[in-house]
C-alpha cells in the first residue's frame, strides 16, 4: 500500500541503449542517487522479437525512500526487470504473463518532488527513447502536470496509512476474532473517520 507508479513500453532502437544509460546514469549520479548498470548491449538476434534470454539490459536507481526504479529491458526491446524476468519470465499462464512487462515503483516514502522529479524524468525518457509506453500515474501528475493534485494525492495516501497505523496499534483484534472479521472492522472505522 502506498502511492505508485506503473509503467510498460519498449526501447525504440537498439542503438539507444547506451545513450540511454549514460544519460540516466549522468542524472542519478548529480542526485546522489544509487545505480546499477545492466547489460549495456542487446544481442542483435532477439531485439524485437517475441522471445527474450535471462538478461537485463539498461538502469536501474534508487532514490532516498523510495523503490528501486527500472529503465530496463530484456533482450527483446521491452521494458522488465530482474524481479518481473525470475517470477514472470517463461511463464506459460498468459494472465501472468503479462506483469513480465508491467513495472511499478511505490514513491509514498520518497514524498512528493521524488514523485514528480521521476515522473518529469520519465516524460523525457519516452520522447527520445521509448516506444509504445504508457505510464499510470496514482499521483495524476503523469496525466495532468498538475502538482497540487499531486500533493493532495499524496496527503490522501499518508492520511489513508495513519489511519490504517493507528487503527492497527489502538485497535487489537478481539479473542477468537477471524482475520477477515478484523480487517473488516478497521475498514469500516476508518471509512467512518473519513467519511
Not at 522529479?117 to 499510470?136: C, P, Q, T
Given at each position: 500500500m502506498g502511492l505508485s507508479f506503473h509503467y510498460s513500453g519498449s526501447i525504440a532502437k537498439p542503438e539507444y541503449l547506451?545513450?540511454?544509460?549514460?544519460?540516466?546514469r549522468d542524472i542519478v549520479s548529480v542526485l546522489g542517487w544509487e545505480y546499477f548498470v545492466h547489460e549495456n548491449q542487446f544481442p542483435e538476434e532477439l531485439f524485437g522479437r517475441p522471445d527474450?534470454?535471462?538478461?537485463?539490459?539498461g538502469i536501474s536507481f534508487t532514490p532516498p525512500h523510495c523503490e528501486t526504479v527500472s529503465v530496463s529491458f530484456l533482450s527483446n526491446g521491452r521494458i522488465s526487470d530482474e524481479t518481473h524476468l525470475l517470477f514472470y519470465g517463461k511463464n506459460e499462464t498468459q494472465t501472468e504473463q503479462k506483469y513480465l512487462y508491467m513495472l511499478s515503483v511505490k514513491t509514498q516514502f520518497a514524498g512528493v518532488a521524488v514523485h514528480q522529479?521521476?515522473?518529469?524524468?520519465?516524460?523525457?525518457?519516452?520522447?527520445?527513447?521509448?516506444?509504445?509506453?504508457?505510464?499510470?500515474d496514482e499521483g495524476k501528475y503523469w496525466e495532468t502536470g498538475d502538482e497540487?493534485?499531486?500533493?493532495?494525492?499524496?496527503k490522501k495516501y499518508t492520511d489513508l496509512l495513519d489511519n490504517f497505523s493507528f487503527a492497527f496499534e489502538n485497535f487489537p483484534a478481539q479473542p477468537g476474532e477471524k482475520i477477515g472479521s478484523y480487517l473488516e472492522r478497521i475498514f469500516l472505522m476508518i471509512k467512518k473517520s473519513t467519511d
Open positions: 547506451n545513450e540511454l544509460i549514460h544519460e540516466v527474450y534470454n535471462n538478461s537485463i539490459y522529479f521521476i515522473i518529469e524524468l520519465f516524460r523525457h525518457l519516452n520522447k527520445k527513447y521509448f516506444f509504445d509506453f504508457s505510464l499510470f497540487e493534485i499531486l500533493k493532495t494525492t499524496f
